[in-house]
Structures are given as C-alpha cells and as structure tokens.
C-alpha cells in the first residue's frame, strides 16, 4: 500500500511540474482535438513585412539575424519617456520614433547590444505623422551629372535604409500591431519575474550564412542574385523595321515604375513614382485616340524604367542597349533622340486651387527650352482647367534625382526636361516610406499633368509647323482611368486583381501592390518573352501594346508570338487568350551594367569607361533566404525552469525514498505476523 501511494505521489508531481511548465496559449480556450491545434494556440503567427539583406561592391545594407539561428526575447514597447532596455528585448517601436530609434542604434554600440529585434507599429488611417522618409536627403547622389551634392532634395530624409542591421525588423499589418500592444501590456503588468510573451524570428540570410559580406563575394557564392527586372518601350504609331522613311527624330518620354523602402514588400511609391506613370500611361490613352499622327514630324516613344531606385538600373541598361543596337530596341537608336521628356512625381501638385507643375531644365539649350514652351502652350490650350507650369529656380544645383540623369551622363548635351509637383525640395514628405500610398496623392493632380503631357507631345511632335489647334484641342484624358489606374497599382482592394488588369494578364500574386524591383534570376537572353517578368511589367507592356497598336490583318486568338513581323500578342495570358496587333512594343532588360550572366552565374564586371555612371554604381543584389517567419509565444524564464527541474529531481528523490522507506516497513510487519 505505501508503494501505491509513492507511485500516486509520482504521478501528482509530473502532473504539477507539467502544469507549471505548459505555456500559455493564445485564442479564447476552445476545445484541442490535435497537435496543430495545439501548436496553433500556442503560436501565433504574425502578419509583418520583413527589413532583408541587401549588398553591394562595399558591403552590406538592410537587416537579418545575426547568425543562422531564430533569434527570441521578450517584448517590451518602448516609448520616449521609457527609452532604455535592461536586458536583450525585441522593440515594439512607434512608427513616430524609428528614425530616432534607428539613428541611435547606429550611433550607439552598448544599446545596439541590446536590440534582438524590432517590431514597427503601423499607424494605420490615424497617420498623424508630418514626415517619414528613410531615405538620404540627396537621393543616389553619386549619379547627379554635377558637382553640388549638398542640396536637400528631400528634407525629410533620414538615411537610415541604408545602414546594416545585425537584428530583425519587421514592419507589422494593423491587426498585428493591436495585437502585440496588447501582448507587451501583458509584459509591463507581469509581476511574478518568470513568465514573458516573446518574438521568434526567423531572419536568417544565406550571405550571412555562407560569410559573403559584398555583392562580388555573395555572387561568386551564389548566395545572392543582382537587382533588376524589365523595363519597357512603345512607340505611336509603330515603326515599321527597317523603313527610312520612319526614322524620325524621336521625342523621348519617360517615367519609372519602381519605389523603395526601409521594408521590402512595402515599396508602394504612390506620388514617387507610380503618380509619374499613372499620368503617362492616361496621357497614351489620349494620344491614341487621334487619327493622323503617322503625318507628325517626329516619332513619339515611350519609355517605362525599372529598377531606377537602385542606381537607375532601367534607364543605364536601356542606354547600353542602344549603344549595343540589341534586339530589344531594335528601330530605334540613341542619335534619334531628340528631346527627352520625363515625367516625375505628379500626384501633389494641387496645393491651392489649381494643379502647379515645375520644369527643371538640363541647362539651357535651346531644344530644352521648347520643352518648356510646348508645356506653356499646354498649359494654355487647357483654358478654364487652369493648370499652371512654372520653371524651376535657377538656385537649383540642376535636374533633381531622375532617369534623366543618365542621359545626361552619357551625353551632356541631352536636350531634356522633368515634369515635378516641386521646385527645390520635395513636396512628398514621406519619400521611400510605406506611408507614400494612396493617401498621399491627389487624382485630380495626376489627371492634370495627363492632359499636360499628352498636348505638349503632340505640339512637341509636330516640331516647327503650325499645330492643328482643332486637334489639340481634342485631347482629352479619360478621368475614370486616372482613378482606376491607381485602385488597380496602389490599393489592396482591387489592386492587381482589378478588370483593367486582368483583361491583360494573369497576376501572380494577389496580395498589396507593392513597386519593389525584385531580382533577375538567370539568362536575360529571353528578353521579349521573359518566364518570370513581374506583374506591374507585364501590365505595362500590354497596356502599352493595346494602346499604340493598328490593327492586324490576321483576327485569330494568340498565346505568344503572332507570325507576321511587327506584330505582338496583346493579353496572351487571358483564359480566352490574346489577340495580334501590329505595336512596336518592347521589354527590355533592367539591371546593373556592371553584371554579366555568363556560365550559368552572375559575375561583376570592372568599371568601363564607356560608362561614365558604372564607376559609381553599388551593383545592388538581394540575399537568398529559406523562409521569413515571426510569431510570438508565452515562455518561461531559463532560471524558473532551472527550479522545476529541482524541485522535480527532489520529488524523486523524496518518492524514492518513501518507497525504500515503505518496503522496510512492510518486511517488519510482515516478519511480526
């Protein structure tokens, strides 16, 4: 009997010590009738958008674990009044304090030691907050085509995207953030000194892994892969390869249409650039509608950049493709360019009652200063709408960051303008900052520099004779599109799943837009037909394809190529498939000038001197990862489950004895009887 009730005392301890040591779970206490469940009301997983590691020739950017293993610790929200940690913590941090926050990490090694990791608040609808932008107050200033880099094109520039940090960082969704508030409140309120909620972060990076700490040794490793992705050209109308007759001068109008951000898949860019894009893809709308402009003196070509936030990758490679006379640009040629129109950040130009534009000029050529008077003549003929085009301050050092630059690079006597919503600094204050979204355009802005840019191509088109004022006066840009344009790239509902966009491609994702370049996986040989182009890219094109297009003799559905010459198929990708056109539409690859893809592997090239922007450029690549992970449990502390094991061990020990005790007891009363 003494040893049945040893055995009984047993079982209660393990049933003690595995109800002390159990952890918390999270949910509302419902029924487990699984492993996964259990696990799943143990962990919760969080919505969140990683800070990864990026390289270049010099060294590292952007954020991952230290090592390769998941990083854990508490969670403790810091506030202004409560700005010291007294152990490693992860940082439930205000999004009004990250550039603060970041800059003293950077600045602080003994604090720095005590950061595993940081969690963003999202600010959601109640963004109170005047500026935000992570990035340098002279953007990508090593590529300006002068010598003053002092100039505060973006005054509210921190620069802290592009410092290296050796812990996560996670931008979290709304949800989330109410979520863990509560969490850390639960850690504020815990008095007894062993129980915490945590994060676990799985952050690990291949390049930190494998030790290559620069995009040549990363690459050579393969544990890395180059930024890039496409860009893409039209031309209204086409031009027919191979014709003298259509080799006109060429006015050149361009935008970009990727963003950055301190959190990879946050790039959303609304005002810079898609605001730039959304006006000109309208303006080709409108163009498309007039007869006759085969009977204009110069071509008009368009010209979609990618990858211009990291070193102007689209706009340096379109450049070099020229220089090469590469099929993706075949039918046209560098020497035809005669003036360059780009069209920059649009979207916050109405500050009064009516939408102002500034045109920075590349000096003062007299082509240049065209530009500026087609786009006073615009700005006229639009009458009662009232939108004005003023130039830029001669105070200005020059262009401000744009594709531009790389024109003129390549030939300062580029005859170019860009079209801004500023004159000396930028009026967007959140810049590279997730918080350039929707909220922070205005649809009324972008449709007026449409219909801006849309008249002054035209009057540009028509060079010295007369301008048919009646046709002029026709152009008009399609309001509706404006806005669906933007609910389609800018928005999570509909985003890319909108009818615009899917009546051109299949997207693959169907989560938030987002304008980050990406990375180019392998041969970029494939340029009209590339496997894996992304889904703003492959909109671009076709919308550009449909819009610049005669149409074509042969009616038949297509799914690819079209058999005769200069004809693409537009909205191959659709279930009832695509139809031929007859479009000078082209996609064309959008990465350093200084990778090459030779032997099935990327390896960097030296500086050429044919390139005058390649002695500069970072040759920006993206670390490999396995899997980008964050949840949050209830652990105990090491030292309480140091106790348990103790106290379990002394229970033992004690049952033990009991039973040794119990037998020699039970030998004597038996002896006895």
């Given amino acids: 009997m003494a040893a049945g009730s040893a055995l009984a005392l047993v079982a209660a301890a393990v049933c003690l010590a595995f109800a002390v040591l159990a952890p918390a779970?999270?949910?509302?206490?419902?029924?487990?009738?699984?492993?996964?469940?259990?696990?799943?009301?143990?962990?919760?997983?969080?919505?969140?958008?990683?800070?990864?590691?990026?390289?270049?020739?010099?060294?590292?950017?952007?954020c991952s674990n230290p090592g390769s293993e998941k990083i854990i610790a508490p969670i403790v929200r810091l506030t202004k009044g409560s700005d010291q940690?007294?152990?490693?913590?992860?940082?439930?941090?205000?999004?009004?304090?990250?550039?603060?926050?970041?800059?003293?990490?950077?600045?602080?090694?003994?604090?720095?030691?005590?950061?595993?990791?940081v969690l963003i608040e999202s600010n959601g609808a109640n963004n109170n907050l005047q500026e935000l932008s992570p990035d340098r107050k002279f953007p990508q200033?090593?590529?300006?085509?002068?010598?003053?880099?002092?100039?505060?094109?973006?005054?509210?520039?921190?620069?802290?995207?592009?410092?290296?940090?050796?812990?996560?960082?996670?931008?979290?969704?709304?949800?989330?953030?109410?979520?863990?508030?509560?969490?850390?409140?639960?850690?504020?309120?815990?008095?007894?000194?062993?129980?915490?909620?945590?994060?676990?972060?799985?952050l690990v990076m291949q390049t930190t892994k494998a030790?290559?700490?620069?995009?040549?040794?990363?690459?050579?490793?393969?544990?890395?892969?180059?930024?890039?992705?496409?860009?893409?050209?039209?031309?209204?109308?086409?031009?027919?390869?191979?014709?003298?007759?259509?080799?006109?001068?060429?006015?050149?109008?361009?935008?970009?249409?990727?963003s950055a951000s301190f959190f990879r898949d946050r790039s959303i860019g609304s005002d810079s650039p898609i605001s730039g894009l959304i006006a000109l893809l309208t303006a080709v709308d409108a163009l498309s509608h007039i007869l006759d402009l085969s009977n204009l003196k110069k071509q008009l070509v368009f010209a979609v950049f990618n990858g211009e936030a990291w070193g102007y990758l689209g706009s340096r490679k379109f450049l070099q493709e020229l220089d090469k006379g590469a099929d993706s640009v075949n039918g046209i040629n560098s020497l035809m360019i005669d003036q360059v129109l780009e069209i920059?950040?649009?979207?916050?130009?109405?500050?009064?009652?009516?939408?102002?534009?500034?045109?920075?000029?590349?000096?003062?050529?007299?082509?240049?200063?065209?530009?500026?008077?087609?786009?006073?003549?615009?700005?006229?003929?639009?009458?009662?709408?009232?939108?004005?085009?003023?130039?830029?301050?001669?105070?200005?050092?020059?262009?401000?960051?744009?594709s531009l630059m790389s024109f003129i690079r390549k030939n300062m006597s580029t005859s170019g303008v860009v079209l801004e919503d500023f004159d000396s600094h930028f009026s967007n204050r959140f810049y590279h900052s997730y918080l350039d979204n929707p909220a922070n355009i205005n649809s009324s802005s972008i449709a007026a520099a449409a219909a801006l840019i849309a008249r002054s191509l035209y009057i540009l088109a028509s060079a010295d004779s007369v301008v048919?004022?009646?046709?002029?006066?026709?152009?008009?840009?399609?309001?509706?599109?404006?806005?669906?344009?933007?609910?389609?790239?800018?928005?999570?509902?509909p985003g890319l799943s909108c009818g615009l966009v899917k009546s051109f491609i299949s997207p693959s994702s169907s989560s938030c837009p987002s304008h980050y370049v990406g990375?180019?996986?392998?041969?970029?040989?494939?340029?009209?037909?590339?496997?894996?182009?992304?889904?703003t890219s492959r909109f671009v094109w076709n919308f550009l394809a449909d819009r610049t297009s005669t149409s074509a003799g042969n009616k038949s559905s297509c799914t690819g190529k079209c058999g005769d010459e200069g004809e693409v198929c537009v909205g191959a990708e659709v279930e009832a498939g695509g139809r031929c056109v007859v479009s000078t539409t082209r996609y064309?690859?959008?990465?350093?000038?200084?990778?090459?893809?030779?032997?099935?592997?990327?390896?960097?090239?030296?500086?050429?001197?044919?390139?005058?922007?390649?002695?500069?450029?970072?040759?920006?690549?993206?670390s490999y990862w396995n899997t980008i992970g964050l949840r949050v449990y209830a652990a105990q502390d090491s030292t309480y489950d140091w106790l348990i094991l103790l106290a379990g061990l002394s229970i033992t020990a004690a049952s033990y004895c009991a039973v040794h005790v119990g037998r020699s007891y039970i030998s004597k009363v038996v002896k006895r009887d």
């Fill in 25 to 62: 779970v999270f949910g509302d206490g419902a029924t487990l009738e699984s492993v996964p469940d259990l696990v799943k009301a143990m962990y919760l997983n969080i919505e969140s958008f990683p800070c990864v590691r990026l390289l270049n020739l010099s060294g590292e950017i952007g």
């Fill in 85 to 117: 940690l007294v152990q490693p913590s992860t940082v439930l941090l205000p999004l009004d304090q990250m550039s603060d926050f970041f800059l003293r990490v950077s600045n602080d090694p003994e604090f720095h030691q005590k950061v595993s990791g």
């Fill in 141 to 202: 200033d090593a590529f300006a085509p002068y010598s003053n880099r002092s100039h505060d094109w973006n005054p509210a520039g921190s620069g802290i995207m592009w410092n290296r940090y050796d812990f996560p960082v996670f931008l979290l969704s709304e949800e989330s953030t109410r979520i863990l508030q509560k969490v850390s409140e639960k850690n504020k309120k815990t008095d007894n000194g062993y129980k915490a909620n945590v994060a676990e972060f799985d």
């Fill in 211 to 258: 030790q290559t700490h620069d995009s040549a040794s990363c690459l050579k490793e393969r544990s890395c892969l180059p930024l890039g992705g496409h860009s893409v050209w039209a031309s209204l109308p086409p031009i027919k390869n191979g014709s003298t007759e259509h080799h006109k001068p060429i006015i050149l109008a361009i935008t970009s249409q990727d």
């Fill in 344 to 402: 920059g950040s649009v979207g916050k130009a109405v500050i009064e009652e009516y939408p102002s534009f500034y045109v920075h000029a590349a000096g003062n050529s007299s082509a240049s200063k065209k530009i500026l008077d087609a786009l006073q003549r615009a700005s006229k003929s639009l009458g009662s709408d009232n939108v004005k085009v003023k130039q830029a301050a001669s105070s200005n050092p020059g262009v401000p960051p744009s």
């Fill in 468 to 493: 048919d004022l009646m046709t002029l006066n026709t152009i008009k840009v399609n309001v509706s599109l404006v806005e669906e344009l933007i609910g389609c790239l800018l928005t999570c509902n």
């Fill in 519 to 535: 990375v180019f996986l392998d041969d970029p040989s494939g340029t009209q037909f590339p496997s894996y182009a992304d889904d």
């Fill in 588 to 622: 064309v690859p959008a990465y350093s000038t200084r990778v090459k893809f030779e032997d099935n592997a990327w390896h960097v090239l030296p500086a050429n001197s044919s390139d005058p922007m390649g002695a500069v450029d970072p040759v920006w690549t993206e």
